[in-house]
């Protein structure tokens, strides 16, 4: 089972960009890396996922090297609306089956 | 759109009570997911089916179990339920996985159960 780690929190002003990293040492040949996005009150929602280099969606930026033992997400100038908690996902054990750390809380500020 | 609802959003039960959660998704999605959320472990998963009156254990089965009776709708029952089971509750569905082995399908989740175990 592919395990992730990522930082607790980290905390940013609107309008800058922002890096959240995750690393992902054991992941498997196979393994696609997808990142979710959760405000309080709701459900995770799906924002990217990658296998390899680099995704781009109108939402954010996913960077992953060669050895696919890390990825970042990119969320390019941040606003007060981008407040919540990342969580990065490497689909590990069944097919089905996601297993989700404790993610990112990212507080964005004025 | 797509659309996962949720029986409740709020619930307040009795210690050795029986609840019901239900989960009902209009994509037509085969399979389905329930998660508990609790501060400091993020969102761990208790079962999910793959197909009608298919399931598979997650992470966390103890002290639940589930039906599905029809593709739409997931129900979580706890049979007796206990204070350690207060939390948060999220239903997901999604398609299935591409049998390619390259990439699978999003999870769409629900706004979510907060259940209260008095």
């Known amino acids: 089972l592919a395990k992730t780690t990522q930082p607790i929190s980290m905390d940013s002003y609107e309008g800058q960009e922002v890096n959240i990293t995750c690393s992902h040492n054991?992941?498997?040949?196979?393994?696609?890396i997808t990142w979710y996005q959760q405000f309080p009150s709701q459900g995770p929602r799906f924002i990217i996922q990658?296998?390899?280099t680099k995704v781009t969606n109108e939402v954010a930026s996913l960077f992953i090297p060669a050895d696919r033992k890390s990825s970042t997400l990119s969320l390019p100038r941040v606003s007060l609306s981008d407040t919540a908690v990342y969580y990065c996902?490497?689909?590990?054990?069944?097919?089905?089956?996601?297993?989700f750390g404790t993610g990112t809380r990212l507080q964005v500020t004025l | 759109d797509v659309k996962v609802t949720q029986s409740s959003r709020y619930l307040v039960k009795r210690t050795g009570e029986k609840v019901f959660l239900e989960c009902v998704q209009d994509?037509?999605?085969?399979?389905m997911f329930w998660y508990r959320q609790d501060p400091g472990l993020g969102l761990r998963l208790i079962y999910f089916?793959?197909?009608?009156?298919?399931?598979e254990k997650g992470d966390i089965p103890e002290g639940y179990s589930v039906s599905r009776e029809k593709k739409e709708r997931f129900s979580l029952i706890l049979e007796s339920a206990s204070t350690n089971q207060t939390s948060m509750y999220l239903c997901?569905?999604?398609?299935?996985?591409?049998?390619?082995?390259?990439?699978?399908?999003?999870?769409?989740f629900g706004p979510g159960t907060r259940l209260t175990v008095l």
């Open positions: 997901a569905s999604s398609l299935p996985l591409r049998t390619s082995g390259w990439t699978y399908n999003e999870q769409f």
């Open positions: 054991n992941i498997a040949t196979n393994d696609y």
């Open positions: 990658g296998y390899k």
């Open positions: 996902l490497v689909r590990g054990g069944t097919a089905s089956k996601l297993t």
């Open positions: 994509m037509d999605h085969e399979n």
């Open positions: 089916s793959y197909d009608v009156k298919m399931k």
